[in-house]
């Protein structure tokens, strides 16, 4: 049981370049979430999903894009790098029911220069 | 729209001595779950202990407990007998009880906790 796992760790891109970031949670949670957390700051939530084929916005959507096909992975794709996108990515996924306790995943450290 | 408070950007604290760090919310809901979250350098993100509104006994889990003032919209975390490995950044996080909203989670900006040996 690997939990969420997220690639790639690090990735620097330059401006207006594309990317997908790629998350996979193996525990059959129904929620997967993905938040951005900036030097010094919180965690943020840039978009969410309660199912396959159901996604929503979160805090900070602007700038990204995401899709749920499966119940398994959740990517988030950033299709023209801006500076401001520099930050690390948090994945996450809850379950439906009992506590609906977040399991994160590693984080992925992205630059935009 | 719900926010969370951590007002302490940073503390120290000397090994084995108890600890206590701070965080405020507000909402007008009265059914929540409060969270701490522990963020070490590996960027891990680490459940520490969760806390019902609806519950008025404070949450403990082993040397983590905390102070639930729900009229207050307080949530403080006491670490006690503070050990090296508690050094951190520590997060409080809001979430609704109700799944209408996608079980998300708001977080405080998060204290730096260095302990001294």
């Known amino acids: 049981n690997a939990g969420v796992t997220q690639t790639p760790k690090f990735r620097i891109l330059k401006i207006g370049q594309s990317m997908t970031l790629q998350c996979t949670q193996d525990?059959?949670?129904?929620?997967m979430y993905w938040y951005r957390q900036d030097p010094g700051m919180g965690l943020k939530l840039i978009y969410y999903?309660?199912?396959?084929?159901?996604?929503d916005k979160g805090e900070v959507p602007n700038g990204y894009n995401v899709s749920r096909s499966t119940t398994e992975d959740f990517p988030l794709r950033l299709e023209l790098a801006a500076p401001s996108q520099t930050s690390v990515y948090f994945c996450?996924?809850?379950?439906?029911?009992?506590?609906?306790?977040?399991?994160f995943g590693p984080g992925t450290r992205l630059t935009v220069t | 729209a719900q926010t969370v408070t951590q007002s302490q950007p940073e503390m120290s604290v000397q090994e084995a001595e108890t600890v206590t760090l701070s965080c405020t919310y507000d909402?007008?809901?009265?059914?929540?779950?409060l969270f701490w979250y522990k963020q070490p350098p590996s960027r891990q993100m680490i459940l520490v202990i969760r806390?019902?509104?609806?519950?008025?006994q404070n949450a403990t889990e082993n040397r983590f407990s905390v102070n639930f003032q729900k009229a207050a919209k307080s949530f403080s975390l006491k670490i006690s007998d503070s050990q090296l490995g508690d050094a951190a950044m520590y997060f409080c996080?809001?979430?609704?009880?109700?799944?209408?909203?996608?079980?998300?989670?708001?977080f405080g900006a998060g204290t730096i906790l260095r302990v001294k040996s």
């Open positions: 525990m059959n949670h129904n929620y």
């Open positions: 999903s309660v199912g396959a084929g159901i996604t």
């Open positions: 996450a996924s809850s379950p439906l029911g009992g506590s609906y306790e977040q399991y």
């Open positions: 806390q019902e509104a609806y519950k008025q």
């Open positions: 996080a809001y979430r609704r009880s109700s799944m209408e909203y996608g079980n998300k989670l708001v």
């Open positions: 909402t007008s809901e009265s059914d929540y779950y």
